[in-house]
């Protein structure tokens, strides 16, 4: 379930949201229900960078060539070093797509990104995967962690994109997780829109609810815009299914 939504101040959404092979980008957040594949379902978000040209492009680039990566190859059989050379090559792919919808164009040279996001293997592990500061989180009965890691000296200045111009091959150093995805546990995917706004203790308590995922996604979105995010926000929710 996720959804992503303008914000109160922005001119113009700049993220983008990618659930079940399709890009969202609207200015008012209406949840998305999908739901995903034992391996290869991609749960995404991306973030254009603010104060840089064509921030929407550059998200909804990145989102487009991601959601064009073979990941139903997430059989369960790959080790963790070769699970993130494959979401490295497919970021670093998404970075090229970013900076080949610049080229010529002057006004849009410098797009950037962020990206995180999470897909399943067929061995019931959880793959979680992010550049800049876009983050994850994974929520259980004992307590909610980030598990990615923020590209970021501080909250405007990022050591990590996806595109821009500091390095013109598009590579990049993906940071990456597996986990196992028991029965039970909640994954949060989002933009700094609400993990900016919204404290991890508060995420945490909403995640843990017993609430379904269109509520939880829905009170987050609140909480973020009552707390008077100023920034585009976007987010995702997936939780795993079966026997606790």
Do not use: K
């Amino acid at each position: 379930m996720g959804l992503t939504h303008r914000g109160s101040t922005r001119e113009r959404n700049e993220d983008a949201l990618l659930l079940g092979g399709r890009i969202s980008q609207t200015d008012v957040g209406t949840p998305t229900r999908v739901v995903l594949p034992e391996a290869g379902g991609l749960v995404a978000v991306a973030d254009g960078l603010g104060g840089r040209p064509a921030g929407d492009r550059a998200s909804r680039a990145a989102l487009l060539a991601l959601s064009r990566w073979p990941l139903a190859e997430l059989d369960g059989t790959r080790t963790t070093a070769q699970l993130t050379e494959q979401f490295t090559a497919a970021l670093t792919e998404a970075g090229s797509a970013v900076r080949a919808d610049s080229w010529g164009c002057e006004e849009r040279r410098g797009m950037a990104t962020t990206v995180a996001g999470l897909a399943f293997t067929t061995d019931g592990q959880a793959i979680t995967f992010n550049v800049g500061d876009s983050r994850c989180y994974r929520s259980t009965r004992t307590g909610m962690e980030q598990v990615s890691t923020d590209d970021a000296r501080s909250r405007t200045v990022l050591t990590q994109v996806i595109g821009g111009t500091a390095a013109p091959t598009g590579d990049v150093d993906a940071h990456l997780t597996a986990m196992p995805a028991e029965p039970g546990t909640r994954f949060l995917v989002c933009t700094d829109g609400l993990h900016g706004a919204v404290p991890d203790e508060v995420l945490a308590a909403v995640l843990r609810a017993d609430r379904t995922l269109e509520q939880v996604v829905e009170r987050l979105q609140l909480l973020a815009l009552q707390l008077g995010t100023t920034d585009d926000l976007t987010l995702a929710v997936a939780e795993v299914v079966g026997e606790r």
